[in-house]
T-cell receptor, first 114, second 114 residues
Framework: AQSVTQLGSHVSVSEGALVLLRCNYS??????LFWYVQYPNQGLQLLLK??????LVKGINGFEAEFKKSETSFHLTKPSAHMSDAAEYFC????????????FGSGTRLSIRP | GAGVSQTPSNKVTEKGKYVELRCDPI?????LYWYRQSLGQGPEFLIY????????DSGLPNDRFFAVRPEGSVSTLKIQRTERGDSAVYLC????????????FGPGTRLTVL
């Protein structure tokens, strides 16, 4: 079975500061891992995905995430926050071996202080 | 190219009524997924179609929920005897095939049951 835990339902950082959104996963088989972003009243947009290639994954808008198997983590980072990064972020997992559902975390709301 | 589309974008209904929500996947995508996102939560899986058949319906909450995909393209999610607890955003996603690692999400239908 797969599950995702996002630590912190709300994170607030200053503009220009480091963004760190935490995600830990549980999976009995090799996983695919994803980060999605959802802006207010909009659909889900894929930020980046890990599919068993490079463990450091670069995504859109300057975000990146590192797959750490030993820590079962897939934390999302961005060196310098921008006001436009304010949104809800979801970490998600699905088994690499089958065409099954994606399991989402409960989300982290990112706020940016001027 | 065109993404996943969902209609209507908003639906308001009264408790006890029947509703249908429509999803048009990306052309040529054989896999189609329905998710439900309640306020303040991550999306939760409902059902997965491969072609015309429901390959996994383990997420449907009860027998009031039903989905079809008769020609392997458009899908309709049907909810009978709606309850206030059914209020949520219903998301549809598609992918080129069962082994593809990414799902492409539509904008969702916001269902409000009064």
């Amino acid at each position: 079975a797969q599950s995702v835990t996002q630590l912190g339902s709300h994170v607030s950082v200053s503009e220009g500061a480091l963004v760190l959104l935490r995600c830990n996963y549980s999976s009995s088989v090799p996983p695919y891992l994803f980060w999605y972003v959802q802006y207010p009243n909009q659909g889900l947009q894929l930020l980046l995905k890990y599919t068993s290639a490079a463990t450091l994954v670069k995504g859109i808008n300057g975000f990146e995430a590192e797959f750490k198997k030993s820590e079962t983590s897939f934390h999302l980072t961005k060196p310098s926050a921008h006001m436009s990064d304010a949104a809800e972020y979801f970490c998600a997992v699905r088994p690499a071996s089958s065409a099954s559902k994606i399991i989402f975390g409960s989300g982290t709301r990112l706020s940016i202080r001027p | 190219g065109a993404g996943v589309s969902q209609t209507p974008s908003n639906k308001v209904t009264e408790k006890g009524k029947y509703v249908e929500l429509r999803c048009d996947p990306i052309s040529g995508h054989t896999a189609l997924y329905w998710y439900r996102q309640s306020l303040g939560q991550g999306p939760e899986f409902l059902i997965y179609f491969q072609g015309t058949g429901a390959a996994d319906d383990s997420g449907l909450p009860n027998d009031r929920f039903f989905a079809v995909r008769p020609e392997g393209s458009v899908s309709t999610l049907k909810i009978q005897r709606t309850e206030r607890g059914d209020s949520a955003v219903y998301l549809c996603a598609s992918s080129p095939g069962p082994s593809y690692n990414e799902q492409f999400f539509g904008p969702g239908t916001r269902l409000t049951v009064l």
